[in-house]
T-cell receptor
């Protein structure tokens, strides 16, 4: 186990609703990244937070937003849900943004289904 | 065209076989190359990490990177049923907000049958 936890495990929403997913980083890790993994695909980078600030973003619209808290836990918020948002959402934590060699530890993911 | 293309598609091999997984990429800025293993209902776990071109061996696993061809490979020797999982290649460049952004291939589902 990596020490990264995510909640909830599964979630079902309807189109147009809003959702909040949560991640608790591994102890001592101050950087968290969120990824979206559609069925049969590799994870796609959504954004990264370092010390409560977003410092990197992938090709996702503004209705995907996030927060990182002083204890380094994190939230992913998605507004106006669309059917294509159905996916596994992964968070990954690591020690800091300096040095791309820092190992990223992934949580088990939250499976979101949008009906 | 995707930045990272992974092949083969779903792969089924007998126990003890040598498995070869491959990725090609288009972004010449990528310098760090990784292989992740993902079991069903789990997050990806890091298997191998390689910087720039070269080979790296860890037990039954060997990772190869050829930057001139933009091609990376993972070899699994003496494959075991416990190796059955999805294997993902991932890569990243160095600098600025690209730190931590991993670009993944689409994954190869490997099944090793006894």
């Amino acid at each position: 186990e990596t020490g990264v936890t995510q909640s909830p495990t599964h979630l079902i929403k309807t189109r147009g609703q809003q959702v909040t997913l949560r991640c608790s980083s591994q102890s001592g890790h101050n950087t968290v990244s969120w990824y979206q993994q559609a069925l049969g695909q590799g994870p796609q980078f959504i954004f990264q937070y370092y010390r409560e600030e977003e410092n990197g973003r992938g090709n996702f619209p503004p209705r995907f937003s996030g927060l990182q808290f002083p204890n380094y836990s994190s939230e992913l918020n998605v507004n106006a849900l669309e059917l294509d948002d159905s996916a596994l959402y992964l968070c990954a934590s690591r020690g800091g943004p300096s040095g791309v060699t820092d190992t990223q530890y992934f949580g088990p993911g939250t499976r979101l289904t949008v009906l | 065209q995707k930045e990272v293309e992974q092949d083969p598609g779903p792969l089924s091999v007998p126990e003890g076989a040598i498995v070869s997984l491959n990725c090609t990429y288009s972004n010449s800025a990528f310098q760090y190359f990784m292989w992740y293993r993902q079991y069903s209902r789990k997050g990806p776990e890091l298997l191998m990490y390689t910087y720039s071109s070269g080979n790296k061996e860890d037990g039954r696993f060997t990772a190869q990177v050829d930057k001139s061809s933009k091609y990376i490979s993972l070899f699994i020797r003496d494959s075991q049923p416990s190796d059955s999982a999805t294997y993902l290649c991932a890569m990243t460049n160095a600098g600025g907000t690209s730190y931590g952004k991993l670009t993944f291939g689409q994954g190869t589902i490997l099944t090793v049958h006894p």
